[in-house]
């Protein structure tokens, strides 16, 4: 019985603090960061000020929580994607190919406002969007693997070591996305962005390596 109530606990508890997440980041695309407060967080979930503070300790801790989950999310689908791609796909192709992946998800599935209010909080509040802003996430940790798959099988020259190459991709990847904030919605995202890696890849291929 002390088990059950306890799991049931927990599943209220995860259940709120998703219900946190939703509606902070839905506020904050509304009215931008700054603009919003506990209180105004606490109202749209419907739940007193001392529930949200069992669950975050500050706004900013908010923030950084709702930035490594959607990470952590997104990452996931990445590696899933992976894992749908033939074996013997060469190291570039699996890249370029999750390029295009990641493309989709930033256009489709997180959408312009929000990555608009990611960069906001990444600008503004740099503690607690640490752990987003890192290079340590899973999915540059995918780009190094595959990396590093395509310099040990003699598909790419080791320029640089794995580590630097793949936060070269990363960079890339980060002002691709920008530059998409900047122009939206008169750049092709995923066209531009397929086009530059190519580009970069073509860079540190292997001679004879088509």
């Given at each position: 019985m002390k088990k059950e109530k306890s799991t049931r606990r927990k599943e209220q508890g995860e259940a709120t603090k998703k219900k946190i997440y939703d509606n902070a980041l839905r506020l904050f695309v509304e009215h931008g960061v700054d603009n919003v407060t506990i209180d105004d967080i606490v109202t749209a979930v419907g739940i007193a000020r001392g529930t949200f503070y069992?669950?975050?300790e500050s706004k900013d801790a908010?923030?950084?929580a709702l930035l490594s989950s959607r990470a952590v999310?997104?990452?996931a689908d990445y590696e899933a994607f992976l894992k749908t791609l033939p074996e013997d796909m060469s190291s570039c192709d699996v890249l370029v190919a999750l390029v295009g992946k990641i493309c989709d998800v930033i256009k489709d599935d997180i959408g312009y406002e929000t990555i608009k209010t990611i960069y906001k909080v990444q600008l503004t509040s740099a503690p607690a969007a640490q752990d987003a802003s890192g290079y340590d996430r899973a999915v540059y940790r995918l780009l190094a693997?595959?990396?590093e798959?395509?310099?040990a099988q003699g598909e790419f020259r080791a320029l640089l070591p794995v580590e630097e190459l793949s936060n070269h991709l990363v960079?890339?990847?980060r002002g691709l996305t920008y530059e998409w904030c900047m122009r939206y919605p008169n750049f092709n995202f995923e066209?531009?962005?397929l086009e530059h890696f190519k580009l970069l890849l073509d860079g540190i291929k292997a001679k004879g390596k088509d």
């Open positions: 069992v669950h975050f908010l923030i950084s999310i997104v990452d693997d595959v990396l798959k395509g310099v960079l890339a990847l066209e531009q962005a």
